[in-house]
C-alpha cells in the first residue's frame, strides 16, 4: 500500500478529496458500502451457485462469474446471491457508467418518458416519438464528439459497428456511380448475393481489435481465435496495430519506429494489395480493450487519418468501449487533436444506447429504406443515455475520473515496480481510469484475479496477460485506496 | 360494407361479440376511441411535419409515415401529433402485441423488476441478477414452441437469426471435427478470415424471404434489391419458394405440383451444387411477410423438414414476425404439426424480446465465450414479453384472434370480390389475423394504402404489390367492421 506521505502529497497534487469528505458517490451513495464485506469463504458461495444452476437449466451459464443481487448492489460494490459485497472495478465489462442504483437513472426510469418507450416501443424510422428529437438533443447528440451532428441509432456495439460498414459501403459505392442509378445488372446479382450488386469492397481493421461478434463485425474483430472459430468471414485485411514497450518514456525512439512502421505497413496494404476504391474504411478502437488494452500515441492515430484521407477511405472510430467519460475525455480520441476529425465514431456500453455519430450528410444514404431495421434503436435506452450524459456534465464527471486515474496510475506505478517479474507494463497514464498492466503470464494472471476476487474486488482480464480497469465514473481516491491495497496484497499473493 | 344480415351471419358463426359488450379490448382500454378521429385535412398533419423537421436535422426522418403521440395512443389507435386517431392494422411493423398503453404493460414496465433491470443492466453471461432463471421460465420459456426447452436472449430480429446462425454453424463443425480440438491451422486461419478456421459452410434461405439485414442475415434475405445493393454478401444459395394460385381451393393440383417442384429443386441443390454438410442450415418464415405475406401448405414445411433430416441439414423456424399469437397458434409453425421440430425458432417483434428457442444441448457450443457478448439480451425486455405472454394466456387471445382473424377473413373475401380488377390474391384463411391480398399493381397498391389513411386506418405493405394486415391481439369485431368498411370505400376510390 502507498506510503501515508505519499498518499497524502498525490491527493493535494490532484486536488482529491480526502476520504471522509463530501464527494459525489457519497452524495449518489450515502449508503455505499466503505469497503468490501465478505460473507462466504469462497466467491461464488453456495447461493450463487444454486441460481447458476437453475439458470443453467434454461440459458447457457458457464461463464458465470457469480449470481448478482443488483437490488442490493450500490455505487462502486456488486452484491452477490449471497451477500457478499464486492468493489466493482470490472462494471458488467465496462458498461456500468454512474453506479450500481443511481438515484438519476432511477428518476430517469421512473419518468414518463420511460413508461410510454417501453410500453409503446416505436418503429422509430416510421413512426417517431414526438419527444425523439428532444430525447437526442438533451442527450445523445449532446454528448457527441466534436463536429459531429447526427446519429444512427442501434442496439449493441456490434450493430453500431455494423450500421457504420453498411453507412460506409453505400457511401463508397454512391461516390463511384456518381450521378446513375443501380443498373439492372446490379439489380439482378445482388439478389443472388453476387457483384456488382454485392459489394466487392472491404473494411480494414487491425491486428488484435475487437469491433464485435456478429458476421461483419466479427469479419473485423482480431483478438482472440475463440471468438471467430467455425463462423464465415468476409475477406476482409488487417493492419499491424504498434506493440508499444513500457515505461514509454525509456522505449520512445523504439516506440516511434514500431508506430512509423505500422503506418508503413497500412499504407502499403491500401497500395499494393487493394485496387483504389476497394478499402470502403477502416475502423480502429482509441485503445484496443478486449485484445488487451493496446494503446498507441495521437501520432499514430493522425497518421492513420492522414492515409486515410489520401486514399479516400472513410475512418471510423470504435468507441464502444473507451467513449463516455472514462479515459479523461468524454471521448477518447479527443485526445487525437485530429487535424480532420473521423468520419464516424461509434458507441455503446456505458451509454447503454448504442449508435454511430457522423456529421457528412452523405453518409446517410441517397435513398431511405437502405439504412433501416425495425426499432432503428430504442428510446428507452436512449432516455437512459441522456440521464447519463447530465449527470456527467452536471457532476464534471470527466474531469473528476481523470483526476482519480491520475492517482490511481501513479499508486499503480508504485506498487507494479515492487513485483517486476509478476507485473510488468503499466499503460494507461494520463487516460482517465482507463488502466492496465500486463502479468507474467496467463496463470498468473489469473491467480491474480482470483486474489482479488477472494479480497472482494471484482476485476475483469483482457488479451492474453493482461488485466483492465474499468471503474464507474463515480470511483473515486477512496474506492482507489482499497483498490490499490487489494492489488498489492493480490501481488504478493501469487 | 358487409350487409347487416351477413354480419351477423359471421358473428354467430364464430361466435364473436357485438359491438357493444364486454371484449378484452374495452377492459383494458375503456377509453378507447369506437372510430378514427380525424382533425386535420391531410396526414401527416402540420404538428407531424414540424416535429419531423426537427427529427431529420439530427436522425434519418425519410421514411417517416407521421409523429406519433404516444402518450394519447391507446388500444387499437394510434395518435398522430395533429390529434388524429387512427385504427392502426400495422402496428410499429407487426410489434405491438396488446395494444397501445396497455395497463399490463404500465404495471410491468412500473415494476421493481423493471427498475433495476434499466438502471443496473447486467452482463447477462457473466453476471446475470437473481431472477433472471425466473423471467425466463415465467415468460419466454413458458412461451416456447413445442419441445423447446433452451433460450438464448439477443437484441432484435435480425441478432435473433444471427446467433441462431453462429449456433449451427459451430454445431455442424463441432459435428466434424468429433473429439478433436482445434488444429494448429484453424487457429492460426481464422485470425486471417480464411479456412479452415473460418467456415466455408452456408446457411440456405428461399427467394423472396427476410431475416435481417445486419451482415449475415442479410445475405440470407432476399425479398428486396434496395436492403442489400451496394452491401457485401455472402456467397450463400437460395431454393424457391412455392408461389400459390388463390383461392387455393381452385388451384389445389397447380399448388401441390408447384410446392413439389420446389422441394425437388431445394434437394437439387443440397445433392447436386454443394459437397455433403457444407450446408449448415436453412431458415424459413411460415408467412413470407416482408417479401409479400407468401404462404406455403404443411405439406411443404414437413418436405423441407424430411430433407433437412435426410441431409443432416439444421432447420431454423424464422417467426420473428409470425411469432406471438397473431397466426391462430402462438408460433405459427404450430400449423404444420411436423413429426419432428425445427431444430431452432427465432423471435423479436411482438415478444419485444428477442432471440432463439431450442431444445439440443449440442446446441449451446462446446465452450463459453464463443455465443457471446456483452449484454447477451436484455432483462427489461424479458420482463415485458413475460407480460405479454401472461396476457396472452389470461385472455385467451391466441382463440379470440383466431376467430377474429376468421370474420376478417369472410368479411374480406366478401368485399375483395366486389373488386377484382383491383385487389385479388386473399390469403391467410385460419391464419388469425395473418391476412393479406394483392393490388393489381404497386400505383394501386399505394393508392389504397393513402384512401386508407384518409380514413383513419393506418395500415401496411409489404411484397411489392401486397397489402398485410398486422393488428394486435386485443383487435376484435367491432375494429374489424370498421377495417372492414374502410377498405372497401378505399377499393372503391381507387
Given at each position: ?113 420511460m413508461l410510454y418507450a417501453l410500453i409503446d416501443r416505436p418503429a422509430l424510422a416510421c413512426f417517431p416519438s414526438t419527444n425523439y ?362
Amino acid at each position: 500500500m502507498l506510503r501515508a506521505s505519499v498518499q497524502k502529497s498525490l491527493r493535494q497534487t490532484y486536488k482529491l478529496s480526502t476520504r471522509f469528505s463530501s464527494s459525489v458517490a457519497a452524495q449518489y451513495f450515502p449508503e455505499e458500502p466503505i469497503s468490501p464485506q465478505l460473507v462466504t469463504s469462497s466467491i461464488p458461495g453456495p447461493k450463487s451457485q444454486a441460481y447458476n444452476d437453475e439458470l443453467g437449466n434454461v440459458f447457457d451459464n458457464r461463464a458465470t462469474y457469480f449470481v448478482v443481487d443488483y437490488v442490493k448492489s450500490l455505487g462502486n460494490y456488486i452484491s452477490d446471491a449471497d451477500g457478499n459485497k464486492l468493489l466493482d472495478v470490472y462494471c458488467q465489462i465496462a458498461s456500468i457508467p454512474l453506479g450500481y442504483n443511481n438515484p438519476a437513472l432511477i428518476e430517469a426510469a421512473k419518468s414518463d418518458d420511460m413508461l410510454y418507450a417501453l410500453i409503446d416501443r416505436p418503429a422509430l424510422a416510421c413512426f417517431p416519438s414526438t419527444n425523439y428529437a428532444q430525447i437526442l438533443q438533451e442527450g445523445i447528440l449532446a454528448a457527441a464528439p466534436p463536429s459531429m451532428t447526427k446519429v444512427w441509432t442501434a442496439l449493441s456495439g456490434s450493430d453500431a459497428n455494423e450500421t457504420a460498414y453498411k453507412a460506409a459501403f453505400m457511401y463508397q459505392h454512391a461516390h463511384k456511380r456518381g450521378s446513375l442509378d443501380f443498373t439492372s445488372e446490379e439489380l439482378s446479382s445482388v439478389m443472388n448475393n453476387e457483384a456488382p450488386g454485392a459489394s466487392d469492397m472491404v473494411i480494414l481493421s487491425f491486428d488484435r481489435g475487437f469491433h464485435g461478434r456478429l458476421f461483419g463485425s466479427l469479419s473485423t474483430t482480431r483478438s482472440k481465435a475463440i471468438h471467430k472459430l467455425d463462423i464465415p468471414a468476409f475477406p476482409w485485411p488487417k493492419a499491424p496495430f504498434p506493440s508499444l514497450k513500457y515505461p514509454l518514456q525509456d522505449f520512445i525512439k523504439e516506440n516511434h519506429d514500431e508506430e512509423i512502421g505500422c503506418l508503413q505497413e497500412f499504407e502499403r496494404i491500401i497500395v499494393e494489395d487493394y485496387e483504389p476504391h476497394k478499402i470502403a474504411a477502416i475502423i480502429v478502437e482509441p485503445v484496443q480493450s478486449e485484445g488487451g488494452d493496446n494503446h498507441a500515441s495521437s501520432f499514430f492515430f493522425q497518421g492513420l487519418r492522414d492515409i486515410t484521407l489520401k486514399h479516400d477511405i472513410l475512418m471510423i472510430v470504435d468507441e464502444v468501449q473507451t467513449g463516455v467519460a472514462a479515459s479523461g475525455k468524454f471521448w477518447a480520441h479527443e485526445h487525437w487533436n485530429l487535424t480532420t476529425p473521423p468520419d464516424m465514431v461509434t458507441f455503446s456500453k456505458k451509454f447503454q444506447a448504442a449508435g454511430f455519430y457522423f456529421s457528412n450528410p452523405e453518409l446517410q444514404p441517397n435513398q431511405p429504406y437502405r439504412q433501416f431495421n425495425t426499432w432503428c434503436g430504442d428510446p428507452s435506452k436512449a432516455i437512459i443515455a441522456r440521464s447519463i450524459y447530465q449527470e456527467i456534465t452536471k457532476h464534471n464527471l470527466v474531469e473528476k475520473t481523470a483526476q482519480v486515474g491520475d492517482y490511481l496510475y501513479d499508486g499503480l506505478k508504485q506498487i507494479i515496480n515492487k513485483y517486476p517479474g509478476k507485473v510488468l507494463n503499466l499503460r494507461g497514464e494520463k487516460y482517465g481510469t482507463f488502466i492496465a498492466w500486463d502479468c507474467y503470464d496467463a496463470e498468473v494472471r489469473n491467480n491474480i484475479l482470483l486474489e482479488c476476487r477472494k479480497r472482494g474486488v471484482n476485476i475483469g482480464a483482457c488479451g492474453d496477460v493482461a488485466i483492465r480497469l474499468r471503474p464507474t465514473l463515480t470511483f473515486e481516491a477512496k474506492h482507489a485506496d482499497i483498490l490499490l491495497q487489494v492489488l498489492e496484497d493480490s501481488f504478493k499473493a501469487v
